[in-house]
Nanobody
Framework: QVQLVESGGGLVQAGGSLRLSCAAS????????MGWFRQAPGKEREFVAA????????KYADSVSGRFTISRDNAKNTVYLQMNSLKPEDTAVYYC????????????????????WGQGTQVTVSS
């Protein structure tokens, strides 16, 4: 069983950058599609980005496309979310998630397909 631990959240001014990390312990994370989701107060959880097992395929929500970059280092069992040009509306708890799959290039925005979730890290963007 893989356990996910997020880090890197914090308080940043609008226009700033943060890099989130998600470290996977236990089994290797290379058999999992990895994703980032977020949930703002009073709102439903929403998809942010996903990366395939190989790292070669990525998918982004329209709201973050061009500003956020997801990547992974399978040797380190770690997934990253580089967030640039942050906006106040990016304020949320960010969750790392894993979906085990046989498909090397699968990416999905469906939260229901991710069976493992981290505890979350708070990102706050001030205006």
């Amino acid at each position: 069983q893989v356990q996910l631990v997020e880090s890197g959240g914090g308080l940043v001014q609008a226009g700033g950058s943060l890099r989130l990390s998600c470290a996977a312990s236990g089994r290797t994370s290379s058999t999992y599609t990895m994703g980032w989701f977020r949930q703002a107060p009073g709102k439903e959880r929403e998809f942010v980005a996903a990366v395939s097992r190989s790292g070669g395929t990525t998918k982004y929500a329209d709201s973050v496309s061009g500003r956020f970059t997801i990547s992974r280092d399978n040797a380190k069992n770690t997934v990253y979310l580089q967030m640039n040009s942050l906006k106040p509306e990016d304020t949320a708890v960010y969750y790392c998630a894993a979906a085990e799959t046989h498909f090397l290039e699968l990416v999905t925005a469906s939260g229901r397909l991710y069976e493992l979730w981290g505890q979350g890290t708070q990102v706050t963007v001030s205006s």
